[in-house]
Nanobody
Framework: QVQLVESGGGLVQAGGSLRLSCVASGRSFSISAMGWYRQAPGKQRELVAAGTSGGTTNYADSVKGRFTFNRDNDRNTVYLQMNSLKPEDTAVYYC?????????????????WGQGTQVTVSS
C-alpha cells in the first residue's frame, strides 16, 4: 500500500502564510492524482487543490489566487503554499493520492489519505 505523511500545519494570523508538504511512500507504486482536501468542524471534506501526473491542476474557487499547488513527481511529494490566509481557511488539511501499485497478483488500485494536519488562522 501507499502511505502519506503531511507536515507544515500550524497557527497563523490572518494574512499570513503556511506551506504544507505531503510525501508518499511505499513499494512499486505509481501515482495518478495527488492533492489536498480540507475539513472544517461541522462541514464536509472539500477539495482544495489537486494535480494529475499529466500536469493538470484544479483549485477550489475559494483559494484561487491565494494558494499554489506544486507537485514533485520524482520525490512523490506535493506542496501547498497558502498565502493571504483567512479565518475561514481554518480546517484539518488532508493529503490524498490515488494510482496503482504492483502485487504478486499484478497491479491493484489505491486511494490513500494522510492523517491530516491542522491549520488554524486567527483573526
Amino acid at each position: 500500500q501507499v502511505q502519506l505523511v503531511e507536515s507544515g500545519g500550524g497557527l497563523v494570523q490572518a494574512g499570513g502564510s503556511l506551506r504544507l508538504s505531503c510525501v508518499a511512500s511505499g513499494r512499486s507504486f505509481s501515482i495518478s492524482a495527488m492533492g489536498w482536501y480540507r475539513q472544517a468542524p461541522g462541514k464536509q471534506r472539500e477539495l482544495v487543490a489537486a494535480g494529475t501526473s499529466g500536469g493538470t491542476t484544479n483549485y477550489a474557487d475559494s483559494v484561487k489566487g491565494r494558494f499554489t499547488f506544486n507537485r514533485d513527481n520524482d520525490r512523490n511529494t506535493v506542496y501547498l503554499q497558502m498565502n493571504s490566509l483567512k479565518p475561514e481557511d481554518t480546517a484539518v488539511y488532508y493529503c490524498n493520492a490515488d494510482g496503482f501499485y504492483r502485487t504478486i497478483r499484478g497491479f491493484e488500485n489505491f486511494d490513500s489519505w494522510g492523517q491530516g494536519t491542522q491549520v488554524t488562522v486567527s483573526s
